[in-house]
């Protein structure tokens, strides 16, 4: 096998994630690399931070990017808020609902799921009987935005909701960040977790996330370890804690940090709620022109996520050939299908930095030339 | 707070990793980012494999990158080897032994702790004392290259010793991995975990594993899941293998992967062996260097490692102002002690690229004028 440098083609990236990522963001990421306790990153890392829960809305002191992916951060919340024997309640409707539920077994905890169905956002009153089904429920967990058909769900309701019946909450908000509105302290939000990859449009490999003071409370009163040392958020504190002598955890991922903090910078400079509206934007132009193709939607206009847009694929079409061929021609890459739309839809994302107008046209008319 | 671009200073980095990245491993890291699921990719995921086999010296067909650092890379290994109730022999010589009896713990292990001086290496009599000791013991664990101490252990004989008595062995290797000889399949080690950012000379972020097949049937055997979703292995091999479609696991740091791609091939291209003598003819140098400036090493000749050299601090320094006054006065970042040697040793890296006679020179000269 002769292996030589590996020069990546370039792509448009519109489909679920990983996102167009801004030249500025690929540009920080080759920065020297300093140490990881090398006082300026340090310094950085305060930034981070401070980025971090502007993003987020949240004043929460332990907000912070977790070294590895989104499922890394999804397991974070769960093995350091959950304690054997916890019941919890998972909303599934979608894959990472169900993802949510693999996450509690292994945590130890118990299980109740609520289910809705895919493409349909959680319902608020399903989970009510829910709660008052089982008043022993500790953790509420539920997806905002559900990557794998493009609903957003009510979170600011959910939230609230088990706040009210003090149940702490676990917040997938990996698709959701950076790209519809997110406020974790209005909504009294307890464990979210994100992803750097989707409307936050760094590169892949970091999770965002941020404890809420209950959420913290409940870290700190556990009876049990947390089963895994790397995401052992108490041992993580000491590294990322702005106060007095870091105390060494793990080699945090330099080079990742510097591409993150460009990014969140990128968003601040933006203004969130101008990101927002951008989404929107740019959802509304494609939804108009794949409408005029023919294409159908999955989810009904009021829980559809401008980031991404869940299709159903013409009958008659061959959906993997068609996306090869985007690709290859095209270098556009969308997404196909996931779990139960496995086959029968694609997903097209705009996503932070790839909801631009061009990247609207270039789409439209790639699959209008696609599938003559 | 006003927030700008982080442009971090230019460092010489030898400390205990990450160490000094060649420009072509940055340059590589900021090329542009393709899905994770995009055919150009996923033949570069085959070459990673393909690299890492023979930066191991390694036929398992496991071999990969984590998308995690080095400490997950241990994690990985304790959490999918040891099922609730497994007895571990756990050599502890340095703060990494320690840490390896913390996975056992949390995995629901039982931890036998076989002690050794920090400074000194594996006993191997000790062990063998212990597996008579304890007839029902599944896994010994110890660390190839300590990190917090700079010693390097007989991984061959106790590799070897272990397979003679049918126990698995789970090996630190952080450290080692391309910087002194490692021969995974000749010395029959089953689980071994390393880090992207020492003698591989990468960015941080990435824990390269290497399973073999005893400890895939170990795996494939279990009674109990795994504890960790993220960590399973059995659940990210569906994602890595070269058969079929790949099953979507995680979204895999895409950039961070280009970077170790390259500095793989650095080292395929230079030559394990040319590689592993580099290091040793650094470390002739730097420790010559370090005599004749009157210091110790605190680790005996036979047992040294020369990428990462430990010596005593000289009685009467500030040691924490030296290292400062190192960082910034030369941009030179070298490591302070761990552990037990936390305030009394410093630790020289010459890791990878770093293994450079420019950072000898350099080092040597700033330690000299820095200590008149």
Known sequence: ??????????????????????????????????????????????????????????????????????????????????????????????????????????????????????????????VEQAIKQHPDIKILAFVHAETSTGVRSDAESLGKLAKQHGILTIVDTVTSLGGITLKVDEWQLDAVYSGSQKCLSCTPGLAPVTFSPDAIEKIKSRQSQVRSWFLDQSLVLGYWSGEGKRSYHHTAPVNSLYALHESLLLLKNEGLEHAWRRHQDMHNLLRDGLEKLGFEFVVKADARLPQLNTVYVPEGVDEAKVRSHLLEQYNLEIGGGLGEFSGKAWRIGLMGYGARRENVSLCLKALEESLR
Chains 1, 2 share one sequence.
Not at 92 to 119: P, Y
């Open 1 to 126: 096998m002769i292996i030589q440098s590996f020069i990546p083609p370039r792509r448009t990236l519109m489909g679920p994630g990983p996102s167009d990522i801004s030249p500025q963001v690929l540009q920080a990421l080759s920065r020297p690399t300093v140490g990881h306790l090398d006082p300026s990153f340090i310094g950085m890392m305060d930034e981070v931070k401070a980025l971090l829960k502007y993003a987020f809305q949240t004043e929460n002191d332990f907000t912070i990017p977790i070294s590895a992916p989104g499922s890394a951060g999804m397991e974070a919340c769960f093995v350091n808020l959950i304690e054997p024997g916890d019941k919890v309640i998972v909303c599934r409707n979608g894959v990472f609902g169900e993802r949510m539920r693999e996450n509690v077994i292994r945590a130890g905890g118990i299980a109740e799921v609520v289910d809705d169905i895919w493409g349909e956002p959680v319902s608020i009153e399903k």
